[in-house]
Nanobody, 121 residues
Framework: VQLQAYGGGLVQAGGSLKLSCAASGRAFRRYAVGWFRQAPGLEREFVATISRDGGTTYYADSLKDRFTISRDNARNAVYLQMSSLRPEDTAVYYC???????????????WGQGTLVTVSS
């Protein structure tokens, strides 16, 4: 499955942004999808993941109150709704596929090109 994240941009602190992860191929429904992010000079960080049917979600503890992951299998898409954004949320956000919704980036494959989110103070 091929994934592509998009929807990033510049937003002021306190604002909201919704990222989308578009997938190609009918195999999309067989995979959990995770969101990760990487800020300059830092390691890739787990954000959230969702099971193949959307029934199970996991979040990074520090983000679960502000971020929401969802998916629409009919549209081959996964979304990340981000609210109350902070400057420290600035990063390139990636989506990737995995057989199970685990919070470990090394378990994921089919990484799409990321989308840059910049939060200004």
């Amino acid at each position: 499955v091929q994934l592509q994240a998009y929807g990033g941009g510049l937003v002021q602190a306190g604002g909201s942004l919704k990222l989308s992860c578009a997938a190609s191929g009918r195999a999309f429904r067989r995979y959990a999808v995770g969101w990760f992010r990487q800020a300059p000079g830092l390691e890739r960080e787990f954000v959230a993941t969702i099971s193949r049917d959307g029934g199970t979600t996991y979040y990074a503890d520090s983000l679960k109150d502000r971020f929401t992951i969802s998916r629409d299998n009919a549209r081959n898409a996964v979304y990340l709704q981000m609210s109350s954004l902070r400057p420290e949320d600035t990063a390139v956000y990636y989506c990737a596929a995995c057989l199970s919704p685990v919070p470990l980036w090394a378990a994921y494959a089919d990484w799409g090109q990321g989308t840059l989110v910049t939060v200004s103070s």
